[in-house]
């Protein structure tokens, strides 16, 4: 038998198939090998989850390999996200996942004009002094 004859077609998989593998090899800690076996059945993957992960746009720099399990475990407190859904494309995940920070932005903005706020009428109250401006005077 020839080598090209023992060689299986190789399957082709879709984007969503492509994100939910490297979210899976992300956030369980598990290797490449096992991921890949878990789903797609196969035993190598010969580099096909970085390549994915290049494509989908991750950092893979930060792939290194030496004290994985901690860097999981910070990943995973980190990322507490809701996986993909099938009719959702990485951009509109990558949309909401932008919007969801720039609330949190907004909310921290919106408690420290409150802080400042409360920081003047204390310093009003003890001094005695007028610190905020008076709109209502002529120039």
């Known amino acids: 038998m020839d080598a090209k004859q023992k060689r299986k077609p190789s399957k082709t998989y879709t984007k969503d198939q492509k994100y939910l593998i490297v979210q899976d ?3 369980s800690g598990w290797s490449k090998q096992a991921i890949w076996e878990k789903h797609t059945g196969e035993l190598k993957e010969h580099g096909k989850i970085v390549l994915w992960m290049r494509k989908l746009g991750y950092d893979v720099s930060r ?12 990943l995973m407190e980190q990322k507490k996200s809701e996986p993909l ?3 959702e494309s990485v951009e509109q995940h990558q949309m909401q996942k932008r919007i969801e ?6 909310k921290d903005e919106e408690l420290k004009a409150i802080a400042f706020s409360r920081m003047v009428d204390i310093a009003e109250r003890e001094f ?3 610190i ?8």
Do not use: H, M, S
């Open 25 to 27: 090899y992300l956030t």
């Open 63 to 74: 792939l290194a390999r030496t004290n994985r399990f901690a860097d999981q475990c910070a």
């Open 132 to 139: 905020r401006k008076k709109f209502n005077t002529k120039p």
């Open 128 to 130: 005695k002094i007028p």
């Open 85 to 87: 859904v099938w009719g």
């Open 101 to 106: 920070f720039l609330e949190g932005q907004l």
